[in-house]
């Protein structure tokens, strides 16, 4: 049999591994970074194509640890998903956007879209939030909920969405075109707005291939009636296309890279008088 020392330092090399490869200390740190309120909310303007009027505003967490520095949020938000830490995680940026809502808008037309993982509708969690923390705060403005294509919902999952759906709470599939199950999606939970992923715009006059799953995706949308977000718009170029093609609403650093939320009423202020 296989001595105990061997094992110990195989566990030991194990450990090392980890730590090196910031798994453990930065699932471990997002549970003490959220009670030290290192996450901040930023957000992104989202913008209507016929008339350059802010539509809403797309918000999008940050990550500041006294230790790493910035983190990307493509590397904590996978790991939050994985440490069952995604909800509180949600729950705190519901909780912030609820407290400040007068930075934004009021008016119905104006949406503050949040990301959420599918396993958000596992449970009852992410409406029990809506009805606890953002309904009582008494927002004119709309709340969006985008959902991320990765798997195929269950039936439970539906039921959730569709009772969000009764709620009022608009409903937008984000990365559209990335995903497996795109057309099926749009089959069953008749979104609100569909966003084209970046990738996308990005092929905008380099990508004969990919522009023209782009023109596809467009069309589609607007067989089936729904809005659409061009996400990545960086070029003037980009944007005259998607305009030209009927795309009714664009995000991208062309217009504005997300920003902390106490900045965007200067932003908008600025932005309106330009
Ligand atoms: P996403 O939902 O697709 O968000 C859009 C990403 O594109 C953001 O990256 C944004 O900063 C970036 N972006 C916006 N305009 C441009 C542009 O013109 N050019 C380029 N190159 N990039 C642009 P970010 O903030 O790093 O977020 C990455 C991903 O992390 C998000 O992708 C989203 O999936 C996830 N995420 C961020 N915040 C949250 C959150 O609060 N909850 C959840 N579940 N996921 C989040
Ligand atoms: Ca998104
Ligand atoms: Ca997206
Ligand atoms: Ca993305």
Not at 25 to 51: K, W
Not at 162 to 168: I, V
Not at 174 to 194: A, M
Request: net charge neutral; with cysteine.
């Amino acid at each position: 049999h296989i001595p105990l020392a061997l094992i110990l330092s195989l566990l030991a090399a194990y450990v090392v591994y980890l730590i090196a490869a910031n798994r453990i200390s930065l699932s471990y740190y997002i549970g003490h970074a959220m009670t030290r309120r290192e996450f901040r909310v930023y957000c992104q303007p989202i913008i209507n194509s016929d008339n350059g009027r802010c539509l809403g505003i797309e918000t999008l967490l940050r990550w500041k640890n006294k230790r790493q520095g910035w983190i990307s949020p493509d590397v904590f938000i996978p790991l939050a998903e994985q440490h069952r830490l995604i909800i509180p995680l949600t729950r705190y940026l519901i909780t912030t956007v609820a407290e400040n809502l007068n930075l934004f808008p009021s008016r119905p037309s104006f949406y503050i879209s949040i990301n959420v993982a599918a396993e958000h509708f596992n449970t009852v969690s992410i409406i029990d939030d809506i009805r606890n923390i953002w309904l009582p705060a008494n927002p004119i403005a709309s709340l969006m909920l985008e959902l991320t294509e990765r798997t195929a919902l269950s039936e439970i999952q539906h039921e959730q969405i569709k009772t969000l759906k009764e709620m009022g709470i608009l409903l937008a599939i984000d990365d559209f075109g990335t995903g497996h199950s795109s057309l099926s999606y749009l089959k069953n939970l008749s979104p609100d707005v569909l966003k084209i992923d970046r990738g996308f715009t990005a092929s905008i006059g380099t990508d004969a291939v990919n522009a023209t799953v782009t023109d596809t995706i467009i069309t589609l949308a607007q067989r089936l009636k729904i809005k659409m977000v061009a996400e990545g718009v960086e070029t003037e170029e980009q944007m005259d296309y998607l305009r030209l093609r009927g795309v009714n609403a664009l995000q991208g650093y062309y217009f504005a890279k997300p920003m902390p939320i106490n900045v965007f009423p200067l932003w908008l202020q600025q932005y309106e008088a330009r």
